[in-house]
């Protein structure tokens, strides 16, 4: 079985596993290397079986122990070379990732033992960002986070996921009522921010497929939004169409400060 747990999960820190009996890695690593450790062995895994990770972009929410793992874990660190080149100069990372830096290209795939692994980019106010698009033993996951606008990218590998992580930030109205300031608020909703509440169920209308078993909404905003509100409007928009939530194996918004229970995935291979 393949296993998914989001560690940690918006602006606090992002954190993501996926793995197997064989083969396991993390997507960004925005909370200390302890804290993952913890929330690992919670579930009864090992710190020592994480194989690598995937960095999405430079924000420190995202990278704040990436340096930390590269130098005392060694730790293949997976990115593109735009991305590796501001992470070499990056407070987080800086003379801590030279041994471990493995170069990435937009679109085209690498494969580490039997994970097949698609970066593509997405809109984020970041030096660049990226989503991944990873076939694991037959299972399709698109992950995306931190988007601020809907692009033909995103349309496209969300298509083709079976498990769909995908960014459900903020609810409008809570933003624009709420205490931010409007610079705040325009970066947020600009176009290289985040994606809304309305923009994920936007996606979700247009990605719907029958082979989709699980969407996680990921990221959310602590100050506008809530998990009930996120799962709300995504279920709508999935009810708009004739599909049922309950017709999917797992339908959640993910945790922000403590870990998500472990997610099942039979192989395909």
Known sequence: MIRFISLSSGSNGNCYYIGDENTAFIIDAGIGPR??????????????????????????DHIKSLGVLADRVNLPIYATEKLHRSLSVHFCTRGKLSGCARKTELDKSFVYDNVEITPFEVPHDATQTVGYHINFCGVKFTFITDAGDITENIINYSSLADVLILE??????????????????????????????????????????????AIFLCHLSENNNTPALAYKTAAGALQSIGVSPDSLVYFEPLPRRMASKIYYFPKNC
């Open 35 to 60: 804290t993952i450790k913890k929330r690992l062995l919670e579930h009864g895994i090992a710190m020592e079986t994480i194989k690598f990770v995937l960095v999405t972009h430079d924000h420190i």
């Open 168 to 213: 459900s930030n903020y609810d409008l109205d809570m933003l624009l009522h709420g205490g931010y300031t409007p610079e705040l608020k325009l970066r947020i909703t600009k176009g290289n921010g985040h994606l809304s509440n309305e923009q994920c169920a936007s996606i979700l209308k247009r990605v719907y497929h029958k082979q989709l078993k």
